[in-house]
């Protein structure tokens, strides 16, 4: 294909003297430094890049930046795959390989151009109609087949992404001359002033020409202090004025990139003050396929011409709507481009006398273009009737007018109103916390918008009001374009081929509000976000309904003003930051020594030490039958632990658990319930008093964050005035527990005191101890419910204290054991463990701590819960222990209990079930309704389809005296 | 993402913070009805406007303070301390 | 008139100038037998219950906004029926074999996938969970299977089943009778079919406040288009639950926050069925147009903006690439939040108000969509005989004094 490029000096943007290769769709061109994949597919005379959404139209180059509807590609591959990227944005890069999207086999010819030619049964919405019979099931794969644009990547992100906080006095959003403007003012007023530019060259709509003004401002920018980021596209105003921006660090596409690079930076922005200064979009008239590759935005190819030195077509036709049609002729003329006419629709226009040569239709409008896959021509008629010319011509450029980017100030709760004589809505006064200048404000010409902005700055800066905008000078533009009596699709938006006649049919059926009409024809759902279709859109629906645009309204435009990477806004927290895991301070002491790592809750814990070819089953089995036979070492660390000090320690325990704590001797320990104020159990875990006014409680690991922040809630909300302060020590001690009848036998072999012997530390009692020099505090209880001492102490020591211990394991033959181990030995114990035996309904009483209510006469969280007539209720689900008949089949965790099989009624369900090695027969803990008064009777569980006979007994089921506890 | 004005560190983000929900509720004692009991438990005002409301600085200095905020705007009105009677946003 | 492809066919051949309003747009009367208070799925499907179970049809909906704008429209589209207690599961059980049959019967086509909805197990312990979940659905006669992790895999390609992740898949629980709907559908289906049935549809018209008579009777209401009088009044207003209450002098246990969901620009199918991730917390599926459309846990401050926290977002969007890694690249489309009323068991309270005549839906919390149909025909059932439906017997408001909750705060899986 012959060559699009223009002779220097157009092509300000591009490095001739660097030229790169890329592929699309397979074949090999090439390009230039400083190119998008856009102008260089133009510049290669590329016209057909994808096609639409619905009724896969061929689609070409229609704009130059973000708002671009059509060119999107798929770029890379693998964990660099990335799908739906917009020509128009994307850097070129040697070695780039693009794909068209949408389209099969080929975007040349794609099958999928057959729903085009069924078009008219496809209107908006066509889809409610019909395919209900006999079920939408059987139509939907071929339409999920159809729908969709990009191929989704399968690999994991090889790149990463990071997020960065900053804040400012002054942040300005977008560096054209407003921006620029505002941003010098801001600085020399002393501000600390941020400046967002989205490209990589400053100035805007300016950036591309040899702008003095422009120049020099971007000069004094960065000479007083401006902190200035490129290819940073600000989408989002949050809360407080926290505004988010996305920066490009290595775009995608490059064949030479690192194995994993910095690929987006996330900017959290927060300012005293937020300028705005975004632009304005350029938005297109409307008449019959004016959808064809070669139509495109004239400033768009203006921007091709001058930037990157392209030539979008050699002969164009400009419709017109706005008086920069003429300056856009005029500037194409100059590059090389041929202007068959310029078709101003707006009667009476006297905008082209001034323009000298240009052939100037006033009154008239394009009824028909000429081409399907690329433009050849075009019919002009005039609209007050009459025969049509036909143009020979190969690119179509609307100017229609321009609509204000007021996104963020859209965002940021600020209001709109609609200018009838440019026919766009512009902000009507300034959002809270964001101030609009430029052409988003509505002030388009551009000496007002420079000074304007640069008041702004400085008025900001000094923390004063800015003052009004002096709105105007975008001209006259007529707000319908849409050619009336004439044949064809006239398109509104052009990626989900929405069309005047599809807006026509949502107003016919009622669909009329803004919001109802988007959803019903999807116009402004495609990537494009509706950019350049909305303005359209709501004016046709005015038309219908004879309503001013204003009256139509418009939709709240939420974040993200275009469409940002889901890997920069999850930042690091990805793969091991994703919350990350909690270690024991031991960790590789255990794994050193075969532990099975499994994750509890957020921590990694060893669930067993299996042996070589044990499973884990086996080696739980093996390790909870050595505790009760000799002895086993469990690292506890993870349980929570608190200290609560001070002089109304006591009667802040007393008010937070179900049993009494203030009675406590020193020394001793004591189990206690923690609940809700709706009387549910929360958690559960052993206080210990170190002195009269010094608390030792332990909580279960996954309840400790919960139960540290109840704590703190109760004593600094509703018990201000007591004197407790509650110190979190989870980390700071290890917590190394010793259980089995040789306990003792075994701690004593290392030197710990006598005073520590069962004979001398009853259970359920607390020692402050030492160990060579380290303390220790060593509390004697048991989950186990075997002879039990749990030594805490400094966590850096817990390595040190379990190789010691282990020294002697051998010759006690005592045994490592995880969590499975304890889980087995607490279920023989009939022991219960919170959120696997009780849920978020489960009561004390259900669980067998009724009559230690019954003796506390204080009042606890809780306790008038507890009160209520559903507490009482003798039908409740009630803990009890489970055995199958047949002495051998385990009972599933989650097996429903019932006499009959399902459907009916569930009486209850199995929380947790293991093999008692003790026994030698499966054992569970089950919730049964009315359970405490069904002891000895015969039900059945049901788990997926099977059922087993089980008998009801009464707990625990190995030791019922409790006797081995004490050693 | 919101700021809050933490009474002890000054102004930091929103992640920093836990919401404790509506504060200044008066927790009936033992001897009230099954009716008194549950409308403290569970019934709320859960205004469309200003709320006054709880928040732990739980990421920080871990101490709780009141404030009132517009649950349309989000806007903070007044910070206080947990002890203090609330300001009048009428 | 009748949707088909008939329809569809003369329409392409009159330039689709066939076609008539969906639904009209009356003035309202000055007075109505039943007038319903909120214009979302709820109570549009109340006002075409009531017309068409129990011939009531001297009914308007007043709609503050446009229909559907609220929480209806801003779901994630999922429905299911798997909830752990009997009284839960035969509500959502009836809902789901309602939308089962409700494209024929509204003649508009809701978009029902039953594409399956896959919940997961990262360790052990949810592997137990869902055996329970599991087997109370069949209790309660509900189809539900648990999957092996193999089983997972095949159903989902592009989970992350790597062992070493930081959430891994052991397995997980299926439901394949769930899957999604078209929300706007649902919305659009009831109102056409309602007004079709004499329902008069008022749109931007803001209750303003109740009005009441002897005995503390409600008479009417009050909007910003006029009086209007009716002796029965139902309130489907969700997040505006209490607002409306205020009004009417009573409180409910109810707060309101904001639940975000997401879609990504729109791709090739990748993922056909639902997935859900109770420990991570996020829910994903796939658009009929392409995009992923994504969700998770609440905002945790109460709020009516309808926007949500990017700091919440931004968990949300790391909770999705945990479970699917691949995703990273793509991009986020559009983003919004809904306004969920929230009660402490996560089920929905259906029945009388302390005010006679006044009665309330709501509470429905992050899981509404899915129950469109039994609030419906509840709601409809107690405006019409005065009594509760037996469906909605065990949501009543008094639970929240006596205590005998059902909480399925579980089951709601995600959030709260």
Request: proline content about 5%; glycine content about 10%.
């Amino acid at each position: 294909m012959a060559s699009q490029r223009l002779a220097e000096p157009a092509g300000t943007w591009v490095d001739r003297s660097h030229p790169l290769s890329f592929t699309f769709n397979g074949r090999q061109l090439s390009g230039f430094r400083g190119d998008t994949l856009a102008s260089a597919l133009l510049a290669n005379g590329v016209r057909l890049v994808g096609r639409s959404f619905k009724l896969h139209r061929p689609r070409g180059i229609w704009s130059c930046g973000v708002e671009e509807p059509g060119a999107l590609v798929d770029v890379g591959r693998g964990a660099r795959r990335t799908p739906n990227v917009r020509a128009t944005l994307l850097p070129l890069a040697e070695g780039l390989a693009a794909e068209s999207v949408n389209c099969w086999p080929s975007v040349g010819f794609d099958v999928g151009a057959l729903t085009g030619a069924c078009a008219a049964l496809l209107p908006a919405g066509f889809y409610y109609k019909t395919f209900k019979w006999p079920n939408w099931r059987l139509f939907e794969p071929a339409i999920r087949r159809m729908a969709g644009l990009g191929r989704a990547p399968t690999a994991p992100d090889a790149d990463h992404y990071e997020e960065v906080a900053a804040d400012a006095d002054v942040l300005v959003v977008g560096a054209g001359i407003a921006g620029l403007a505002a941003a010098v003012a801001a600085a020399r007023a002393g501000a600390r002033t941020m400046l967002l530019a989205s490209g990589e060259h400053p100035g805007g709509a300016l950036s591309w020409g040899a702008d003095a003004e422009v120049a020099a401002l971007a000069a004094s920018a960065r000479q007083l202090g401006v902190r200035i980021q490129l290819r940073t596209l600000a989408f989002g105003v949050y809360d407080h004025n926290l505004v988010c921006a996305g920066e490009s660090v290595s775009p995608e596409g490059a064949a030479d990139l690192p194995g994993c690079v910095l690929r987006e930076r996330l900017w959290k922005i927060r300012a005293r003050a937020v300028i705005a200064a975004t632009g304005a979009f350029e938005r297109p008239l409307l008449f019959p396929d004016n959808d064809r590759p070669g139509v495109m935005l004239a400033s768009a190819a203006h921007k091709y011409a001058q930037a990157f030195g392209v030539a979008c077509g050699r002969r164009a036709v400009i419709a017109a709507n706005s008086d920069s049609a003429y300056e856009r002729a005029v500037a194409l003329r100059d590059a090389g481009v041929v202007i068959v006419a310029v078709v101003d629709r707006r009667e009476g226009s006297t905008a082209g006398e001034r323009s000298h040569g240009l052939r100037v239709i006033t009154g008239a409008a394009l009824s028909a273009v000429l081409g399907t896959r690329a433009v050849r021509g075009c019919t002009v008629t005039p609209l007050a009737g009459g025969r049509g010319e036909r143009l020979r011509c190969d690119l179509i450029l609307n100017a229609g007018g321009y609509a204000p980017a007021v996104h963020l100030h859209s965002q940021a709760g600020g209001k709109l109103r609609w200018l009838g004589e440019s026919a766009m809505f512009v902000p009507d006064g300034a959002a809270p916390g964001l101030v609009s200048v430029g052409a988003c404000a509505g002030v388009f010409a551009r000496g007002p918008a420079v000074s304007h902005a640069a008041e702004t700055g400085e008025a900001l800066a000094l923390g004063r009001a800015p003052p009004q905008a002096p709105i105007g000078g975008a001209g006259r533009s007529d707000a319908i374009t849409r050619v009336r009596d004439v044949k064809g699709k006239q398109f509104v938006d052009l990626q989900n081929d929405v069309l005047a006649e599809d807006v026509a049919l949502a107003a016919r059926e009622n669909y009329r509000s803004v919001e109802h009409l988007k959803r019903y024809t999807t116009t402004g759902m495609g990537t494009d976000q509706g950019k350049t279709s909305n303005i359209n859109a709501l004016i046709l629906m005015g038309e219908y309904t004879g309503q001013a645009p204003s009256q139509v309204g418009t939709t709240r435009f939420r974040p993200p003003y275009a469409p940002v990477t889901l890997g920069m806004i999850a930042g690091r927290r990805v793969g091991a930051l994703y919350r990350p895991l909690k270690r024991l301070p031991a960790h590789d002491w255990h794994a050193a020594h075969g532990a099975l790592f499994e994750t509890f809750g957020d921590w990694c814990r060893p669930a067993a030490y299996p042996r070589p070819g044990e499973t884990l089953e086996a080696a739980a089995q093996r390790e909870a039958r050595t505790v009760r036979k000799c002895a086993g070492l469990l690292d506890g660390s993870p349980l929570g632990k608190l200290e609560v000090f001070g002089p109304d320690a006591a009667r802040f325990l007393d008010l937070m658990y179900v049993g009494t704590m203030s009675t406590l001797r020193i020394g001793q320990a004591r189990y206690g319930l923690l609940l809700n104020e709706n009387g549910t159990l929360v958690d559960d875990g052993i206080v210990a008093r170190l002195s009269a006014q010094r608390y030792w409680v332990n909580t279960t690991t996954a309840g400790f964050d919960r139960t540290a922040a109840a704590f703190e809630e109760w004593l600094q909300c509703e018990y201000a005035d007591f004197k407790v302060v509650i110190t979190p020590v989870t980390s700071r001690w290890a917590n190394i527990t010793v259980a089995g009848p040789r306990a003792w036998e075994w701690l004593a072999k290392l030197g710990f005191e006598a005073a520590l012997a069962p004979a001398a530390m009853p259970h359920m009692t607390l020692r402050d101890s030492a160990l060579d020099g380290v303390p220790l505090r060593v509390l004697r209880a048991s989950f186990s419910g075997e002879l039990g001492y749990e030594v805490n102490l400094p966590a850096d020591h817990a390595a040190a204290l379990l190789g010691r211990l282990w020294t002697h394991a051998a010759e006690l033959g005592a045994a490592l054991y995880g969590i499975e181990a304890l889980q087995v030995m607490r279920v023989e114990k009939g022991y219960i463990h919170i959120g696997t035996d009780t849920d978020g309904t489960t009561l004390p009483g259900d669980v067998g701590f009724a009559r230690g209510i019954e003796r506390k006469a204080a009042p606890f969280v809780g306790r008038r819960s507890l009160l209520r007539t559903a507490s009482r209720d003798p039908t409740r689900l009630q803990l009890v222990g489970l055995v199958p008949l047949d002495e051998r089949t385990q009972l599933p965790v989650g097996a429903q209990i019932a006499l009959r099989p399902p459907p009916t009624l569930t009486e209850g369900h199995v929380t947790s079930s293991y093999r008692s090695p003790e026994l030698g027969i499966p054992v569970a803990l089950a919730l049964l309704k009315g359970g405490s008064q069904r002891t000895g009777e015969e039900l059945r569980v049901h788990h997926l389809g099977t059922t087993i006979a089980v008998r009801v007994v009464k707990l625990p089921f190995v030791d019922p005296a409790g006797e081995r506890v004490h050693g | 993402m919101m700021q809050l004005t933490c009474p002890w560190c000054g102004l930091r983000d929103e992640s920093e913070f836990v919401c404790g929900g509506t504060t200044h509720l008066i927790r009936p004692d033992l001897a009230a009805s099954d009716v008194t009991w549950g409308e403290y438990l569970f019934f709320r005002d859960n205004p469309k406007g200003v709320h006054r409301e709880r928040w732990r600085h739980a990421y920080g200095c871990g101490q709780w303070f009141n404030l009132a905020r517009h649950t349309v705007t989000h806007q903070v009105l007044s910070v206080y301390a947990m002890t203090d009677p609330p300001p009048d946003h009428s | 008139m009748n949707y088909s492809a008939l329809a569809l066919l003369r329409g392409a051949l009159s330039a689709h100038r066939n076609w008539l309003p969906a639904w009209r747009s009356p003035e309202p009367k000055p007075a109505y037998d039943v007038v319903i208070v909120g214009g979302g799925g709820h109570g549009l499907a109340t006002a075409y219950y009531l017309a068409k179970n129990h011939g009531i049809r001297n009914v308007a909906i007043l709609e503050r906004g446009w229909i559907g704008g609220g929480n209806t429209g801003r779901n994630t589209t999922i429905v299911r029926s798997n909830y752990l207690f009997p009284e839960s599961a035969r509500l959502y059980e009836f809902a789901l074999k309602c939308y089962e049959n409700l494209s024929r019967e509204l003649n508009f086509n809701i978009m029902l996938s039953q594409r399956g909805l896959v919940m997961l197990a990262h360790s052990r312990h949810d592997l137990d969970s869902m055996a329970r979940w599991a087997n109370a659905m069949r209790m309660n006669g509900i189809d539900a299977e648990i999957l092996t992790r193999e089983q997972v895999a095949a159903r989902a390609p592009l989970l992350d089943m790597s062992p070493d992740a930081r959430f891994p898949v052991l397995g997980g629980f299926s439901q394949r009778r769930a899957g999604t709907a078209r929300h706007d559908a649902v919305a659009w289906g009831y109102a056409r079919a309602a007004d079709a049935l004499g329902v008069d549809i008022i749109q931007n018209c803001e209750v303003t406040g109740f009005l009441t008579g002897a005995n503390g009777r409600v008479v009417g209401v009050e909007t910003h288009r006029g009086r209007i009088l009716a002796e029965r009044i139902g309130i489907a207003a969700a997040g505006h639950s209490s607002v409306l209450a205020k009004l009417a002098g009573f409180r409910l246990p109810i707060t309101s926050y904001a639940l975000q969901a997401m879609v990504t620009e729109p791709l090739k199918p990748a993922l056909d069925t639902v997935v859900l991730s109770p420990g991570t917390g996020a829910y994903v599926s796939q658009s009929d147009k392409g995009e992923m459309v994504i969700g998770a846990s609440l905002d945790l401050f109460p709020s009516y903006a309808q926007r949500g926290s990017f700091a919440v977002l931004q968990g949300i969007v790391a909770a999705t690439l945990a479970l699917f890694p691949s995703f990273s690249r793509l991009r986020l489309l559009r983003q919004w939040a809904g306004i969920v009323d929230v009660v402490h068991d996560s089920s929905p309270i259906i029945g009388p108000t302390p005010v006679p005549g006044l009665y309330i839906n709501c509470g429905w919390g992050t899981g509404g969509f899915k129950a469109i149909p039994a609030g419906g025909w509840t709601l409809a059932h107690v405006l019409a005989t005065g009594r509760n439906h037996e469906l909605a017997e065990p949501f009543q408001l008094g639970r929240f004094i006596t205590g005998r909750l059902i909480d399925e705060a579980a089951a709601a899986g995600i959030a709260h």
